[in-house]
Each structure stands twice: as structure tokens, then as C-alpha cells.
């Protein structure tokens, strides 16, 4: 997630001198408007969504009641708006929106929804599609507009949002084999450790618009320079499809454009093989990211590590050359001379 805000940072600020306490901080980073409605107010709660604190809003119904944040954001394309409300009293409804703050511009967009629920934060997304890059800032706005009363509002985020390519039902999850405790590859002083990608969570989960099964397993292929005691090849398939997608990332490899790494490696029931390239840059590239070059291709999922280094996997999707063919497993194989290419989950697209 490139842009991630909780309402649970406070500095003090602006004073409304019928509030005490934390109720007299504003937020850090944010700008408040409430002179729409001359008897709104905007202030922190001590009762969060999955923090200690939330925005809460109060309006009158005489007019819009908002908070906002200025984003630049790093790239053109889809995005998605997140935001947790819950309603305090009476019938307020909440709205989303953006606005490019640029001279000219003309984005200004907009959602609005109705009363929230009084007994939980319930999440509403708002998706928009930002065709060209603001040349100012790019306003992200929380508020309430219509009705009179008072919400609260937490956990909010926009985040690239890429829409599934590939639904689930035409989706096989393949499971990888399990590392049995030893995760460490290693040459030399060099050491990864596959366990490190745990951040990223188990179960289905989403990543560059395809699904994928996170267990325990892993598929990893070494140069020769490595110990590797991971395994470089499912357990058996069973089944056709059009194309395998991966959720991959390279380690000590070569940076070049184009480099070959390694290759996925199909066989079939009958006896026949395919190999399929994994190139830098095009299919995966390294998992630091904040070692790697200006972005040849987009990380499909980020985490941080607990020593605060950044790091991400890339999805490719590989055409099966043989649909009609049987496939019985999937290898990996690494150049002799690379490094390490791993492979987190394996997706089948019928």
C-alpha cells in the first residue's frame, strides 16, 4: 500500500473551546472544514476502528462537513478509496471524494452513501481511475453531507487497485510442498530466508488482479553457488489449462533487462515437457525493493520485514503451450551461475 492514513495521530492545534482533553488536538497531516455548517465540529474520540482513536464528525444538516489530506500519487491508473464509518446519532450520511487541487483541473469525483450502522465500523470503497497525474496535489476527502447527527471515521487508505483478471471459479490452486523448518539458502556470507515472506499472510488473497491459495509451501530453484533445501517441483498436478500465473520474486540475480533467470519447467501426462522463460524484468525481478531500479514492473504485493526493509513479489501469468496436454507437475529451474528464484504460489487458469 502505497498511501496508508489511520485517524490515531494527533497534534495540537486548533482549539474549539467547548472541547477538553484529546478532543482539543487535531490531526496531523490533515485539514478540516466545517464552515459549510456553522454548528458542525470535527474532533478525535478515544473509540477506534482497529486503533485507540477516530474522527468524529457532527453535523447540523445545513451543509457538507469534511476532512481531507493532499497525496501525490506515483502513477496514473486505477485506484481505490477506503474508509471505516459508524454512526454515533441520527441519520448523517457519509460521502467520499477527490479533488485535483492543479490549476485548471477538472477531477473532482465524488460518492455518497447512506447511514452507517450504529453497532460496528463498516468499510466503504470508493474506485476511481486517475487518467493524468495531478500537477498540484490530490485531495482525499472523508466526510457528511445530508441528514444531521455524528459518525465516526477510521482506518482509511487508497491503494492501486487492479481488477481480478482471473475470477475464482476458473481458478486451480496448487499446492506447494512444505519447507519442513528449513528455509535459509545461503552461499557464502549471501543468506535469504524464505520465511521472511510470512508477512504476506495465508489463505486467498489477491495479488495483481489474480487469486492464490498462501500456505506453508514454497518452490525455490539456486545457482550452483547455493545450498537450497527448499523444493524445486510440485507434488503431482492433474489437470489442463491455458496458463500458469505465479506469485515470484528473484534474489542475487542478474538486473540486465531481459536476463534470463531461470525457467518453469511443465511435464505431461504423456511423457512430453515445455520450458517457460523467467526473464528480469519481465516476469519477476529482486524482492528489495529498495535496491531495484526505477520500476520495469510493478511489485503485486509489499511487505515490510521486521528489520524494516521493503520488499515485494510480481505476479506473471505464463501461457501453457500445450492446453490440451495433461499437466502432471511444475519445476523450477535457476541459471547455474544466478542466484535464487522463489516462487510463493501457484495459480492454474482453465
Known amino acids: 500500500m502505497w498511501y496508508y ?11 474549539f473551546t ?9 490531526f496531523a497531516g490533515w485539514i478540516t472544514r466545517v464552515n459549510f455548517d456553522p454548528g458542525a465540529k470535527i474532533s478525535i474520540q478515544p473509540e477506534g476502528g482497529s486503533g485507540r482513536y477516530a474522527a468524529e464528525l457532527r453535523t447540523t444538516g445545513k451543509g457538507r462537513v469534511y476532512l481531507f489530506e493532499y497525496i501525490k500519487p506515483p502513477a496514473t491508473g486505477a485506484y481505490r478509496v477506503t474508509a471505516h464509518f459508524k454512526n454515533l446519532s441520527g441519520n448523517a450520511k457519509p460521502y467520499i471524494s477527490v479533488f485535483d487541487t492543479s490549476p485548471g483541473a477538472k477531477l473532482l469525483l465524488r460518492k455518497d452513501y447512506p447511514t452507517p450502522p450504529a453497532d460496528r465500523f463498516e468499510k466503504l470503497t470508493f474506485d476511481f481511475t486517475l487518467d493524468k497525474l495531478p500537477a498540484d496535489n490530490l485531495a482525499v476527502i472523508f466526510g457528511v453531507d445530508g441528514g444531521s447527527g455524528a459518525v465516526l471515521l477510521d482506518d482509511v487508505g487508497m491503494v492501486r487497485h487492479v481488477p481480478q483478471k482471473l475470477d475464482d471459479e476458473n481458478a486451480v490452486f496448487v499446492p506447494l510442498p512444505e519447507p519442513d523448518g528449513k528455509t535459509v539458502l545461503s552461499a557464502g556470507t549471501d543468506i535469504i530466508d524464505l520465511d521472511t515472506a510470512r508477512a504476506l499472510g495465508r489463505g486467498r488473497k489477491v495479488f495483481g488482479g489474480y487469486p492464490f491459495e498462501l500456505g506453508g509451501g514454497w518452490l525455490a530453484a539456486a545457482g550452483t553457488r547455493w545450498s537450497n533445501p527448499a523444493a524445486a517441483e510440485t507434488p503431482a498436478v492433474r489437470g489442463r489449462c491455458r496458463s500458469i500465473v505465479l506469485l515470484l520474486a528473484a534474489m542475487y540475480n542478474d538486473p540486465a533487462q531481459d536476463a534470463k533467470l531461470g525457467a518453469l ?5 504423456d511423457g ?4 517457460l522463460p523467467l526473464r528480469s524484468n519481465v516476469e519477476l525481478r529482486d524482492w528489495y525493493l529498495a535496491g531495484a531500479p526505477a520500476d520495469p514492473i510493478p511489485a503485486a504485493a509489499e511487505f515490510i520485514a521486521p528489520d524494516l526493509k521493503e520488499f515485494g513479489f510480481y505476479t506473471a501469468e505464463l501461457a501453457n503451450p500445450h492446453p490440451e496436454r495433461e499437466l502432471v507437475s511444475i519445476g523450477l529451474a535457476a541459471e547455474p551461475q544466478g542466484g535464487i528464484i ?9
Open 5 to 15: 492514513a489511520a485517524v490515531t495521530e494527533a497534534s495540537v492545534g486548533h482549539t
Open 18 to 26: 467547548e472541547l477538553t482533553g484529546i478532543e482539543r488536538c487535531t
Open 265 to 269: 519447467l511443465l511435464r505431461y501426462a
Open 272 to 275: 512430453s515437457e515445455a520450458e
Open 342 to 350: 522463489a516462487v510463493r504460489a501457484v495459480t492454474l487458469a482453465r
